[in-house]
């Protein structure tokens, strides 16, 4: 479990500049995240220590970066500022308790379940979210407290400083992999801005990042049943969105690396992260889709760069914070955009007109939701709305061939899913009173599906009896012939032809 993946040198060595290339990135990110959650910037940077590093470690997919994250800040903001940061603390570590409980249960493999217009979707409306959070860097505080665009000379050096960047992160690899681009990129442009002496935005003009070692920390709340009720709803929220957001994340960087990571191992390491976060004053977190992207794309590939990038910001926060402050944001807004680019899935836009319309829908109405709202919203939305999409067109499938047998009596042969979708067009089908006095519905070619289907059958059945007709029910499992009501002594039951499928049944045990 604690492998940390490397065996040979130069794993050793890409690891260790992945992981410090993204420490380099988290700081900014951890100090945004944290004011949008309205708590101080050290409880930001440790939540992307601790997240990190315990993420790293017990998580199921090495290589995939953890920290505090704005989809889980947004949600924390009304919290705070209602109750204060110490229910804070106490709601991650309940957050992180409701997400242990997901991977006990492995419930990790319901992501499976996401479509690939919803993935897409997901990977699209984040690259645009990424691309619009690195604007506010083009911002600076007047003197009224009023924040402003850059425009002018300042301008013209912060955009100048974002393109050497992307460029030195584009050329580089070219040349030479010895080094990853986005951290050779930081560190040229930052070596360049302090010996021309620019006057640009630094880290350091966000906040100091200066500070101790994580202390143990109890949350400052009653213990009772009070307090269990404020904090429930939001650690509800907040484990559904960071399972999520890791979990598509993971399969993200699957496709990538072309390896598996473990969904359920993962759901226990978000899980132990946060719990453990939660009593040393952090906000908590989950995977950062960009930061992962930096990590891949700059060789980190195994639980070291994860585990070296917490390290680094750690000594950050302990050691070196008059120096990481001085580097300017333009190279970081720099690595960010790339991210983006890299991020966001163009051949989307190519096959827009090839693939069917409602997957084409799926796919633009999970970006925008996930821009407008959260990305919590966005999956669920986008997998209902598939999910609906799919019952609906199945609904359609479902006919009958109708013929005499040899004996006289009327044969409606039922093809497709009889299921909640379906039930009315199926009732549609029959007219008793067209039909003779022996009427045969076989079942063979078709498969009940859940308690509506059951119902629609039992429906259908009370027609006939009505109607003076004899009918009878053929191959229906023997789960349906249990569950129906009014048509039970109807179904002919032949043991070796009988299905053997289950019905979705809230009835049956």
Known sequence: MFKLGCASRVCFKNEILSGLTVALALVPEAVAFAFVAGVDPLVGLYAAFMVGLLASIFGGRPGMISGATGSMAVVMVALVAQHGVEYLFAAVVLTGLIQMGAGVLRLGKFIRMVPHPVMLGFVNGLAIVIFLAQLQHFQVIAEDGS???????????????????MSIIYFLPKLTGSIPAALAAIIVVSLLALGLQLDTVTVGD??????????????????????????????????????????????????????????????????????????????????????????????????????????????????????IERIPMAALVGVMFVVVIATFEWSSLRIMGKIPAMDAFVLILVSAVTVFTDLAVAVVVGVIVSALAFAWEHAKHINIKSY??????????????????????????????????????????????????????????????????????????????????????????????????????????
């Open 147 to 165: 924040k402003q665009w850059l425009s002018g000379e300042p301008l013209m050096i912060f955009a100048g400083l974002i393109a050497l960047t």
């Open 206 to 323: 966000l906040a100091s990042i200066q500070g101790g070692f994580p202390a143990f920390h109890l949350p400052a709340v009653p213990l009772n049943f009070e307090t269990l009720l404020i904090i429930l709803p939001y650690a509800l929220v907040l484990a559904a969105i960071g399972l999520i957001e890791s979990l598509l994340t993971l399969s993200l960087i699957d496709e990538i690396t072309n390896t598996r990571g473990r969904g359920n191992r993962e759901c226990l390491g978000q899980g132990i992260a946060n719990t453990v976060t939660g009593v040393f004053g952090g906000m908590g977190g989950c995977a950062m889709i960009g930061q992962s992207m930096i990590n891949v794309n700059s060789g980190g590939r195994q639980r070291l760069s994860g585990v070296a990038a917490a390290l680094f910001l750690l000594m950050f926060i302990l050691f070196t914070s008059p120096l």
């Open 404 to 509: 005499d047998d040899e004996q006289g009596s009327r044969v409606h042969e039922l093809n497709g899913p009889l299921f909640f979708g379906s039930v009315n067009n199926f009732l549609e089908l029959f007219d008793p009173s067209q039909d003779p006095d022996d009427v045969i519905i076989e079942f063979q070619n078709s498969r009940v599906a859940d308690h509506s289907a059951i119902e629609a059958i039992d429906t259908l059945a009370e027609r006939y009896i009505r109607a003076g007709k004899t009918l009878h029910l053929r191959h229906l499992s023997e789960e349906c012939r249990q569950l129906l009501k009014k048509a039970g002594n109807l179904v002919e039951v032949n043991v070796l032809e009988d299905p053997r499928y289950h019905v979705a049944d809230d009835q049956v045990s």
